[in-house]
């Protein structure tokens, strides 16, 4: 099931000054690993989310695509993956680092 929600993207993680933190701190931090990673260590998909080609044109700042929210689960523990709604759909795709484990 594709859900339609504009607030999803406040799901993207922010920067570090807008939490407080020093940027090089919250660059140390972010770690982007693959969909076939995550769901091989047993994640299971919990949501997606249909982001807009317009909404996704905004928050890439240049003409984009239809885009994917993506929202896994493996116990406590959530990842999220933001990518081409395309790509998604495209086997080969989940192998490229798109997502980020929220610990």
């Not at 990673?37 to 044109?57: H, N, W």
Request: charge should be neutral; include cysteine.
């Amino acid at each position: 099931m594709i859900k339609f929600a504009l607030g999803a993207l406040l799901l993207l993680p922010l920067s570090g000054a807008a939490m407080g933190q020093s940027a090089n701190a919250a660059t140390t931090e972010i770690k982007h690993v693959k969909m076939a990673a995550l769901l091989g260590q047993g994640y299971e998909i919990k949501a997606v989310t249909l982001v807009p080609q317009d909404v996704s044109s905004r928050v890439a700042q240049k003409p984009d695509k239809d885009a994917a929210l993506v929202t896994l689960q493996k116990g406590s523990v959530a990842a999220t993956c933001f990518l081409a709604l395309d790509a998604y759909s495209s086997p080969g795709m989940l192998d490229i680092a798109w997502c980020i484990e929220q610990k």
